[in-house]
């Protein structure tokens, strides 16, 4: 069973910042994507940002570029979302994801969730 744990979400103001950690703690996958989706309400969820393991590729939606990095830290078996300048639209469910590649493509595991509300 995988178990990923995604954290670090909260209440802020708008402009403010937050940032959400995902525990990998055992990777089914040699390589593997991990992405961050948000879902907001009533809305389906998409992708906002990735990170390829192992290897220097990232990606992120046009929504969220410039204001919010994805990083990892292969050591702790963790990857963070800074989010910076936040914005009321960016109120939503995140959720951490690893996406497998290669021969693992089409499988992927989840994160529970973790809320971020952007409100004054």
């Known amino acids: 069973q995988v178990q990923l744990v995604d954290s670090g979400g909260g209440l802020v103001q708008p402009g403010g910042s937050l940032i959400l950690s995902c525990a990998v703690p055992?990777?089914?996958?040699?390589?593997?994507?991990l992405n961050w989706y948000l879902q907001a309400s009533g809305k389906e969820r998409e992708v906002v940002a990735g990170?390829?393991?192992?290897?220097?590729?990232?990606s992120y939606v046009d929504s969220v570029r410039g204001r919010f990095v994805i990083t990892r830290d292969n050591d702790q078996k963790k990857a963070y979302l800074q989010m910076n300048s936040l914005k009321v639209e960016d109120t939503a469910v995140y959720y951490c994801?690893?996406?497998?590649?290669?021969?693992?493509?089409?499988?992927?595991?989840w994160g529970q969730g973790t809320q971020v509300t952007v409100s004054s």
């Open positions: 990170i390829e393991v192992p290897g220097p590729w990232k």
């Open positions: 055992r990777s089914p996958f040699s390589f593997y994507t």
């Open positions: 994801n690893i996406a497998g590649r290669d021969i693992d493509w089409g499988k992927d595991y």
